[in-house]
């Protein structure tokens, strides 16, 4: 836990003193309070100085959030309470979590002071109204947006290998901000747009640092919000002032279309582009301000006897494939509906391709069409084909409810961010919302747990599922979360580092108890598929190594575990990620922090590691030592791992143990579908006017995932494109 008080600065707090905070009607025994609350990443605890009528300073003495996304929560917070004199306050757009926590952490170190609770939770107005005098002139704030100093995640996605801040220069005169310009942001390309162009636009017009970020696009609006809040307190600026939030408005939209497609993401962008084939009536509803969702960041997707696996040679067929994953799933998925989608897949890569799609190369076994990570792939199909059809796209709008006339399904009820009230009537509705992975509350109750890092997007809140149950869609026999190959962390940013990669390399694993649970070489072979299975059934989990191979993965990485030879088989023979292969220059920081954190330990020996772990003394010392036998004799006696991967790893002190969770991109299975697409009743019959595709529908996957790169985007595309064509023919038939 970060322990480093944040003070907020004294100007305010003596501002209120003087103007008279004692009309506040709060009534405190004078004193210094400690409280705390559950944050984002943990407690976030506060001190409170108040005298007998007013609350005077909040000082953020500890917390573990996300250095730059929380800052503004915490600068703007605490003065907005003592401007106020009330916790009743706005929270931070994109923050919500964060602000919420300091607010609690507040009421609880005050509910000792002796006040009304009931007055201090009431809304307050602001003791004073008057504000500092800016000095005039051009200022440059910095602050880091999705992507954190030093990670090398966002080079996968498009931004650079090396992260700079993002830097903003802010005008001002004596009273407002006259303008704003971003002058660099190196987060993901596709993100960065909408997120600039709303914030440079936005903060100006509404004068105020707490306007609306672009839902879908939290992190960067975030980062640009605190790089500007650096540049006007540089400017002398009263921040609380400027802490406006925006205001929604009282509006109704209606309108009348064949088709509404409820998501923007892959298989809705299928969906509109295939009914606007055959009309121009197609609205698309979009719940974030940006379109291709998880798509954007996919590289390709399988495609069975396209013109382009043809041209190279590939002898392998539909029969091939569906035998592979049906067996593979032991027939839990749907065998129609795997059928169809494979029997579409080469057609669908041939017909991406006249609409702009480029295939860099045939990936995976051969027969996976590598596209590329970035939006340009997808906003091609809205600027050439989908808008210049006639459809229209509603960003930044939230689907809330089917409108039903008996069983039939013929329109969808949505809200604007701004408020704004939308009624679309349709012939045909196409919901294409992509899982529950941002709910925790449908995690918990759908597969069992919340205990995931989400690397997927936060706005996929299961809407769509929802409304389907509503309209009574009958749900899908596997429902779970889909696991990406690497771990990481529910405190603590891993994602973003090296250490997400630390299950990947065979290294002994343990559970909770300190028990080895799984053969660790699955996490390598078949990373998301049974390697991230594996883990998912211990929850949290700890890897085991020492300080040699600690040395030796920050200067070689996992290579210098073994020769180069066996190196060189595995990148063949299981597709060993080479992103994962590098020497982890920034290990040592990052599991320093993880220890300030409390979710990693260092142990001169095995009995030291094991108690500061909280582990039942000697379950850890067993484990340890039965695996250190089993690795002497080069077999695994007990979960039957491959012995490349019994390498020395555990022979000399200091020892050190790292707790992981398993991460997710999201979730799989949900609104149960026939090859049609069309959703189907607790009567296993058709919904009338309703489809569904993506991966909030369920029966193309069997659990655990298939082992075969590019099976979520084929499904994606497929399906949204099978369930456009039906939707569109139900559409002029009714």
Known sequence: MRTGKIIIPLLLAVLVLSTGCGQSGLVFTPGTYSGSAEGHNGLISVEVVVDKDSIISIEITAHNETEGLADNAFKLIPQTIIRNQSVAVDSISGATMVSDAIKDAVIDALGSSGVDMDALTMAGKAQSTASTVMKPGVYTGTAYGKWAEGSNEGARFGSPQLIEPISVDVTVDEDSIVSIKVTNCDDTPGFVEPAIERMEQEIVAQQSIGVDVVTGCTMTCRGIISAVTTALEEAGADLAAFNIPSEKINAQEEYTVNVVVIGAGTSGSAAALAACEKTSDVLIIERTGKIGGMGVCSTGFIGIDSSFTRAAGLDVTVDDVFAEMMEYSNWTANPLLVRTILEKSGDTADWLADHGYNYSRLGGYGYT?????????????????????????????????????????????????????????????????GGFGGNEEMLRKYSGSSNYFLSGLSASTGDG?????????????????????????TVQDYNSYFLKYLNYGGLLQVNLEGKRFMNEGLCAEQPLAKGASAIRTAGSFYVIFDRQTLDTLHTLGFPGLFTAATTDRLKRDILWRGRALVPFTSIMDEIENAMRAGIAFEGEGFEDLEAQMGIEEGVLVNTINRYKEMVAQGRDDDFLKDHVWLTRTIEAGPYYAIRME???????????????????????????????????????????YYDIPGCTMAYAYNSGRIAGENAIDFAEEN
């Open 662 to 704: 398993p991460a997710i991109f999201g979730t799989l299975g949900g609104i149960k579908v026939n090859e049609r697409l069309q959703v189907i009743n607790t009567e296993l019959k058709p919904i009338p006017g309703l489809y569904a595709a993506g991966q909030e529908t369920g029966g193309f996957y069997g659990y655990p």
């Open 465 to 489: 599922l929802n409304m389907a149950i509503s309209a009574g869609a009958m749900l899908s026999e596997e429902i779970f979360p889909h696991l990406t190959e690497f771990a990481a962390s």
């Open 369 to 433: 069409h590598d596209t590329g990570k970035g939006t340009e792939k997808m906003q091609n199909l809205y600027d050439n084909y989908i808008l210049p059809a006639g459809a229209q796209l509603l960003l930044e709008t939230s689907a809330t409810e089917l409108i039903m006339d008996g069983d039939t399904v013929v329109g969808v009820k949505a809200v604007k961010d701004d408020g704004t009230e939308v009624t679309v009537h349709a012939d045909a509705v196409v919901i294409a919302t």
